[in-house]
């Protein structure tokens, strides 16, 4: 298997790598990982793994690589300019969910794992930011006549904290994506329609 391994172009060798790895990591942790699991589950010999890649961690942090761009450009459609902000919105979170859905070993790895893995959250970050930046834009932008003083980037914190825990669930598969993806579209309106109490004393 490993001589027929080595015949496959440069790029099919590394995504075969890296499938095995985020396989192998999403079941044993990282740090129950070894490079002779992922190189048994990828069926090449463990020289070729360290010749691509000189490390755990080193494997590790590409792995983040890889599937941090993967969920990037699962959230491309709700970039689209023809659909309005709230359907944007929408398209954003079935967008995400659907991408953990469909890459629940992706989900173990680039959240759970990484997160909790100083070395390797801020690689995390970067995608979560621009998830939350991208989220406070349509809030903004699908609001009439905020409240003064609306902080859309504190609510968009607070909504992708909410989709990350219901994102927990549908990994689980507790719930599934349109069940989730209404759950959060309705906090995300509610919470936007809500009013300020007025002091009614005094």
Not at 67 to 78: I, M
Request: aromatic share 6%; hydrophobic share 40%.
């Amino acid at each position: 298997m490993a001589g027929g391994t080595k015949r496959l172009p440069r790029a099919v060798r590394e995504q075969q790598m890296l499938d095995a790895a985020v396989e192998v990591f999403s079941e044993n942790g990282f740090h129950n990982t070894s490079m002779d699991a992922i190189a048994a589950r990828a069926q090449i010999s463990k020289p070729m793994l360290y010749l691509y890649y000189g490390s755990k961690d080193e494997l590790f942090a590409a792995c983040i690589s890889r599937e941090g761009q993967r969920f990037v450009e699962a959230l491309t459609p709700a970039g689209d300019p023809g659909l309005t902000p709230r359907d944007q919105l929408r398209v954003a979170l079935e967008s995400f969910l659907g991408f953990v859905d469909a890459h629940r070993n992706s989900w173990m790895v680039l959240y759970r794992q990484a997160m909790s893995q100083q070395a390797f959250a801020g690689q995390v970050r970067s995608s979560r930011d621009r998830l939350i930046e991208l989220t406070a834009h349509l809030l903004e932008s699908s609001t009439r006549d905020p409240e003064p003083g609306t902080d859309f980037a504190i609510m968009a914190v607070a909504l992708v904290g909410a989709g990350e825990a219901v994102a927990d669930r549908i990994a689980g598969g507790e719930i599934d994506v349109e069940k989730a993806a209404d759950l959060l579209e309705n906090l995300a309106w509610r919470g936007l329609a809500g009013k300020k109490r007025t002091d009614q004393h005094g």
